[in-house]
């Protein structure tokens, strides 16, 4: 097997394009982060390559940092594909190259911490699901719209909430208020307002490819839940963007929540592979 590393993501993205336009939704995390760097020079925070055997790829990995170092890698090639995946935590080690952790399918993050020889902390389990045609959601009371400046407060109270309930952690204020703020202000962002005008659900778009785009920041606050908001949230988003012409939707979900894959499935969501999230503590 063989390690390959490139000067840019640029050619990163030029030498992989057969495998990342086949598998653009499970590789939107390396693609997405090569994309934002393309012309950007190697180094020790911003590092791209692959490993193959007879030409063709069986890992492929990016690390921006501070972000998590990603793999991915094709389905058919499980056990060289983590055997690259140990070679790799091997070889960063011995560069001392830094990293935050590993962002990938669990057998390839397994492998590659197994290797490492340091202590890692599981952020999160999810899975990774995509919509290529919509079943519309039963509908509720209340109008999905796009968010405007004076729900950000709303917004961003709730972004605080999610990372409360799904991370355990603490979200950074005031980023993510200049996110959120930059979201309303390029329509990325969808709500869903009751009669009255209470705010009861949202969801935005980000990580846009170019068949695809992801939905996140998505949450109900526990006293509307159950009333079918979140679906018909997403599904409005998800509608907007088919009709954009993308292919498909993707977005994360907690697997060890099988309420929310439940809710998403019924709309025309499915499972395409599972993501695991490990932080080097």
């Not at 934002?36 to 390559?49: C, E, H, T």
């Not at 509307?224 to 907007?240: D, I, M, N, P, S």
Request: proline content about 6%; some cysteine; hydrophobic content about 35%.
């Amino acid at each position: 097997m063989m390690q390959k590393l490139y000067p840019t993501p640029g050619d990163f993205l030029r030498d992989n394009h057969t495998f990342l336009d086949e598998h653009e939704a499970l590789c939107q995390l390396n693609l997405g982060n090569a994309l934002a760097n393309q012309s950007s020079p190697r180094s020790p925070s911003l590092l791209f390559g692959r490993y193959e055997q007879d030409g063709r790829p069986v890992l492929l990995f990016g690390s921006t940092l501070p972000w998590n170092l990603c793999l991915n890698a094709p389905s058919d090639t499980a056990p060289l594909s983590a055997q690259a995946a140990a070679e790799l935590a091997v070889w960063l080690r011995e560069e001392k190259l830094p990293i935050a952790g590993v962002t990938g399918r669990e057998d390839l993050c397994q492998a590659f911490m197994g290797a490492y020889g340091r202590e890692f902390t599981q952020r999160s389990a999810m899975d990774i699901m995509i919509l290529t045609g919509l079943i519309e959601p039963p509908t509720v009371s209340g109008t999905v719209r796009p968010a405007k400046e004076e729900d950000l407060e709303a917004i961003c109270q709730w972004v605080h909430a999610f990372y409360q309930e799904a991370l355990h952690e603490k979200a950074d204020s005031e980023g993510a208020r200049q996110r959120n703020q930059e979201r309303i202000q390029k329509g990325e962002t969808l709500v869903l307002e009751l009669p009255g005008g209470e705010l009861a659900s949202m969801a935005h778009t980000s990580r846009e490819t170019e068949r695809g785009i992801a939905i996140s920041g998505v949450y109900t606050p526990p006293e509307h839940r159950g009333h079918g908001y979140c679906q018909a949230t997403v599904g409005a988003l998800c509608r907007e963007q088919l009709a954009r012409g993308k292919d498909y939707c993707t977005l994360f979900v907690d697997r060890r929540n099988p309420v929310s894959n439940r809710v998403y499935r019924k709309i025309g969501f499915r499972v395409l592979e599972d993501c695991s999230e490990y932080k080097l503590t």
